[in-house]
């Protein structure tokens, strides 16, 4: 899942909120020309993680890489927490599995939006579960079969499904890469169809009309310290949590105003908090995607081929 230098943050990052909902509300516009900007912001923020003692001995180029993959991946999973605050603070149905509901809503949103930026978010949240499933079994990590969330390799297969399903043409390579089965690919614009149209049946009632104001999201950074200062001053620099917010807000109608919060927990998460209503993402999850990336994402995707399955009678 190789890509280059991506789209400036600032200008898509709105775009991502109106994504899911194309087909019940207008999309924001991209400003057509933000190369430069864009540049110096990625040169910035790879600078900042080269500080992190892990990482010196990355090359500029493979920081540069670094800073696309964590930023990509911790955009998909503030996407999918925002899914659990929707759900929850819209009343919305789920059937299945919540975690895998949010899965859909980030990929489905990400998908919509069909620029280069939003379509490498999704090959690095791919790529991010593969990567979990092989440091995994390299350190030999037990495979929680009861969890809520699917397996690393199902929820990597999930997205690019979700993506071939889109397009079949346009991220055939991607199929191929991921060593994805012909004859899944087959049933993938089953899933992403599904998944589309029941996101937009759902949240077309939750649509804020233009002359309706809308509630306040906050934003909050907390403190951090040592390793975690520099992912925290990366996050602020790049607005990632107040993109998201301003638009989230501007979109839907939502019966409360709610916080997203980037804080240290002690240990790498994110989860949306219905008590409190906020949405914490934790330092400490950016600084494993980056610590994952260093260790497993410079060298060549390895994908585990998959065994045949047999053909079996539905329950």
């Known amino acids: 899942m190789s890509h280059g230098h991506l789209p400036s943050y600032r200008y898509l990052l709105p775009a991502l909120c109106a994504g899911l909902w194309l087909a019940v509300a207008p999309a924001f516009a991209q400003p057509a020309s933000e190369g430069d900007l864009f540049q110096a912001r990625i040169k910035e923020a790879a600078t900042k993680l080269g500080k992190h003692s892990t990482l010196k001995r990355l090359s500029a180029s493979d920081r540069e890489k670094l800073t696309d993959f964590v930023v990509g991946n911790m955009l998909f999973v503030t996407l999918h927490e925002l899914a659990h605050a929707t759900i929850g603070e819209m009343g919305l149905p789920v059937l299945g599995r ?21 379509e490498h978010v999704l ?5 991010g579960w593969f990567l979990s499933d092989r440091r995994d079994r390299e ?12 397996l690393d390799q199902q ?3 999930q997205i690019v499904c979700f993506m071939v399903g889109s397009d079949d043409e346009k991220f055939k390579d991607l199929a191929t890469e991921t060593k994805l089965p012909k004859a899944r690919q087959d049933t993938c614009a089953g899933d992403y169809s599904n998944a589309a149209f029941s996101w937009d049946l759902v949240l077309k009632p939750h649509v804020r009309p233009a002359d309706q104001e809308p509630v306040k999201i906050d934003v909050v950074y907390g403190d951090a310290k040592g390793d975690l ?7 602020r620099s790049i607005g990632l949590l107040e993109s998201i917010a301003q638009h ?31 949405l914490l993402v934790c330092y400490e999850l950016a600084a494993d995607f980056a610590d994952l ?3 497993y994402g410079t060298t060549p995707m390895q994908v585990r081929a998959l065994p045949a399955k047999k053909k079996r009678k539905t329950r």
């Open 98 to 118: 919540p975690e895998d509901a949010a899965d859909s809503f980030a990929a489905v949103g990400l998908i919509r939006i069909g620029s280069t930026f939003t």
């Open 123 to 127: 090959a690095d949240a791919a790529k």
């Open 139 to 150: 350190t030999d990590d037990m495979v929680a079969f009861y969890d809520e969330h699917g």
């Open 155 to 157: 929820r990597a297969y």
């Open 229 to 235: 200062a520099i992912v925290a001053d990366m996050m």
């Open 248 to 278: 989230t807000a501007e979109a839907f109608v939502w019966p409360k105003p709610f916080t997203l919060e980037a804080q240290s927990c002690g240990y790498p998460n994110a989860r949306w908090d219905f008590q409190a209503h906020k």
């Open 293 to 295: 990336y260093r260790e």
